[in-house]
Nanobody, 122 residues
Framework: QVHMVESGGGLVQAGGSLKLSCEAF????????MAWFRQAPGKEREFVAA????????EYADAVKGRFTISRDVDKNTVYLEMNSLKPEDTAVYFC???????????????GGQGTQVTVSS
């Protein structure tokens, strides 16, 4: 069983930056395609970004292109989401996800975390 743990959320002013981290525990050396999703209050969960287990390819939602960057440490099975130029509409719970496939993009993942809250004030 793989356990995902996110960290790095918080409160930031519009225009600011945050960097989220997510580690996959119990992966037993397996390699994972990983991704970030988010869910704002009253809205459905939406895709944010994804990366293969070899760093390329990547995929981003249109709403975050040019502002967010996904990266990873393959040896640590950790994925990061660097968020710049944050907007109030980026406020959401951010979830990481993983699956033992090369790359899934905006699809269903087998493993997911409990989420970390990101709040952007105007």
């Amino acid at each position: 069983q793989v356990h995902m743990v996110e960290s790095g959320g918080g409160l930031v002013q519009a225009g600011g930056s945050l960097k989220l981290s997510c580690e996959a525990f119990g992966s037993a050396g397996g390699r994972f395609g990983m991704a970030w999703f988010r869910q704002a209050p009253g809205k459905e969960r939406e895709f944010v970004a994804a990366m293969s287990w070899s760093h390329y390819p990547t995929e981003y939602a249109d709403a975050v292109k040019g502002r967010f960057t996904i990266s990873r440490d393959v040896d640590k099975n950790t994925v990061y989401l660097e968020m710049n130029s944050l907007k109030p509409e980026d406020t959401a719970v951010y979830f990481c996800a993983a699956d033992q496939v090369f790359f899934l993009g905006n699809r269903h993942y087998t493993y997911g975390g409990q989420g970390t809250q990101v709040t952007v004030s105007s």
